[in-house]
């Protein structure tokens, strides 16, 4: 099967970053764990508080 690779932008409400945040951080061990799973980061943007 090709490789796939996904990039997604995510831009929390003003108030709402650490949740966010936290949910997306939460979700990396589940995705880990999913057949063919190579790679899943968060990276975030510096600066820029959202």
Known sequence: MPEVIVVATISPQPG?????????????????????????????ATGDST
Request: aromatic residues 4%; contains cysteine; proline residues 7%.
């Open 16 to 44: 709402e970053e650490q949740a966010v945040r936290d949910a997306v951080l939460a979700a990396i061990p589940k995705v880990h764990d999913e057949p063919g799973c190579v790679k899943y980061a968060l990276h975030e």
